[in-house]
């Protein structure tokens, strides 16, 4: 905390750098618009780094973008993995993890943070929330696979006004843990059996980008699918 003043200037240093070397290469059309956009990219990194300051008397940042099993590595972290992490089940797992950081007061309990750019729409007691919150449980579970420790936290980080700054923290206890496995196995035989029907939740379609491909009447066609046959997808939507 004692060095956010000098974090602050470095960040406000090199944002206007980068924002300068844009403004050149794309030619903004409307200079207003420009300025109030780089402004409010300024004003969320602000908020993220007083965030930051926060914690670091628990946590210090160890990884930025730690990837595994992907072949750009271009902006990675120099630690990354070229090969998939295996997960317990013999799971092959690939991403990047936005932010790897340990305990200061025990290095090797760790937490991982996926950043969001939109809006929280989560509960407080979300763990994997129906298979559309994944990366906080199966990427801890991957860290772990992959630098050792313990991985004891995971979260979702809004970090931007319009998410309102909001993180939510999931621990990577007991029941986490459970829910992964059974988040994995749902898919695992939905793969195996080729059995993977266009069935959206209610009122998913509204905020569905691919709304152009499918059509508005998808919810509808689900009702003329047999119960029973999507029974798994039912039980992977009602976990937490």
Known sequence: RERLETALRVLA??????????EEELAPAIDRVWKDEVEAIHQDLREWVRDLAV????????????AFG???TAGRDPRSLPEPVVLEGGYLLRGSVDLVERRVDDPRKRRVTDH???RNRLTDRVIVDGGRALQPVLYGLAVEQA???EVVEGRLSFCTAEGGHAVVRIPLDRAARDHARE????VDEAVATGFLP????????QWCEFVPVCGLAEERRVGRKPADALAALDRLRALP
Request: proline share 5%; with cysteine; glycine share 10%.
């Open 70 to 72: 992907l072949e750009e």
């Open 198 to 205: 266009a069935a959206p939740a209610s009122k998913a379609c």
């Open 13 to 22: 240093d090199t944002l206007d750098a980068v924002a300068r070397a844009l």
């Open 183 to 186: 988040v994995l196995r749902i």
């Open 55 to 66: 914690d670091g008397a628990e946590w210090v940042p160890e990884r930025f973008e730690f």
């Open 147 to 149: 630098c050792g420790g």
């Open 116 to 118: 969001k750019t939109g």
